[in-house]
């Protein structure tokens, strides 16, 4: 079976990683319009071969969608009017439009709209981890829109990565994930922000950073041409969620003022016990 | 030397366990108000004995405050009125009030004002961990406001738990941490109660969070009898920090709405510059 990754980013360097270790592709094709990715993903031979997209698309069997979600959606109709009896894989962030799309095309049940959750706020194929895919869950959705083997291979492809297989709605997974993956990022990305206002260079202050503020701002890292358009084709939901955690913050803000101990103690412990289910799943 | 800890939950609980295993302390006492901490600490052998704080204050060496914040500015003027020739140390995350009150009195430079910088969201005796404060900081503030031999047994006692000493203002520590620690409590306790917004028993979608999510959300299972008293002790900071973060939120916030892609780009690179100094630190 010959793989071709189209963005050889961090996701799509761990995929060839995984993938060259795994005995599900006999060769892996590459393609990045960054060359330096191209060139390090071959030199540390992550991808047999360099190919252009149409070149690329013209061999595989199985095409796999790395790059940001904007770019998913160009490559969607141009990839689709030249396949054949083949099937496409995207691993975008976002659901709704990338699959209402390829659902429009007459070759659209041979693409299946997939989300495997995994991720490190590092990016570029020096990021590139073999075992990022392990044990994680990896998201199919609106399968009822594709035939019957193009599923079946993504299937296979994501067991080959040991991911856990979940079904479901396009819509719903955007709901959900803006919730539960890209609001955090927003968080992240504002906390770095704000903490600039007591860096100080001649003290260090950072150094006074502890473990918690560390993992609240682990996302910071995060790439913005990944995140920009996955913020922008999940926009009514980041605006709901984005509104809803404003509240929520000024709950705080509002109990802080008034000096409020009960209504900060209710807060924590609706917290705390929410907080409980969710280390139950995660 | 005796050391006496008040307050037997997790930081109480790990003072105890790392000063079993090190040579500073011949005997540990210890009183927690809550009986189940100070029987769970005498059976696990953390502690030697448990006494009243009468008792404990009198016949200790060196007195441990481990409590949440207000409960240690109503311990300050008890202690110290019976004080004699020994060391109080608190363990505070907040240092601009406890300070202050302990400055007011006669034996205040027995008073050490200290922040060991290690905390872990799980709360009680049950979560003490021996390796808590190995190679992370503790900050002593005002060291102005102590006398020398009680300013050196603290710095001996915080040197035995393998911390990095730090000594700064008790006013700019509630400002930094204000950004840097307090800050990120409220994020995640936010988080958490946004998030619940998409909970669905039937579905588990907590299933759906990946890792960014779990780094973002951990610390909504901090407890709040420790962090209400430092919200409230920390006010003008934590508003100011807080309405300068919901400031950057509602950049993001904007730039979404207006599909503002530059915009968002200029916020994301931005943090990702703040972010890779801030990684430099931690």
């Known amino acids: ?127 590139a981890l073999e075992q990022l895919f392990t044990d994680k869950v990896a998201i199919i959705c609106n399968p009822e829109n594709n035939a019957r083997m193009p599923l079946n291979l993504a299937k296979l492809f994501f067991k080959s990565l040991k991911m856990k297989l979940i079904f479901m709605d396009a819509e719903e997974h955007d709901r959900d994930l803006a919730y539960l993956s890209h609001l955090s990022h927003i968080l992240s990305f504002s906390l770095a922000l704000t903490a600039y206002n007591v860096e100080d260079k001649e003290r260090n202050i950072f150094n006074l950073a502890g473990g918690g503020f560390a993992s609240t701002v682990r996302l910071a890292g995060s790439s913005a041409a990944m995140w920009n358009p996955v913020f922008l084709q999940n926009k009514t939901n980041m605006l709901e969620a984005l509104e809803l955690y404003i509240s929520n913050l000024n709950l705080f803000r509002e109990h802080i003022k008034n000096e409020n101990k009960e209504g900060l103690n209710q807060l924590m412990n609706k917290s705390n016990a929410i907080y409980k289910i969710i280390n139950q799943s995660i």
């Open 1 to 127: 079976m010959k793989v071709f990754i189209i963005g050889l980013g961090m996701i799509g360097g761990s995929l060839a990683k995984t993938l060259r270790n795994s005995n599900f592709a006999d060769e892996i094709l590459g393609f990045d319009k960054a060359t330096e990715n191209t060139a390090f993903c071959l030199e540390n031979n992550l991808i047999d071969r360099s190919v252009s997209i149409v070149e690329g698309a013209k061999e595989a069997d199985i095409i796999l969608l790395a790059t940001p979600v904007d770019s998913i959606m160009e490559l969607i109709p141009q990839l689709l009017d030249q396949l054949e009896e083949q099937v496409v894989i995207d691993m975008g962030s976002t659901k709704k439009e990338i699959s209402k799309l390829a659902a429009t095309h007459p070759k659209g049940c041979n693409f299946v709209a997939a989300h495997p959750m995994a991720g490190i706020e590092n990016s570029g194929p020096t990021a």
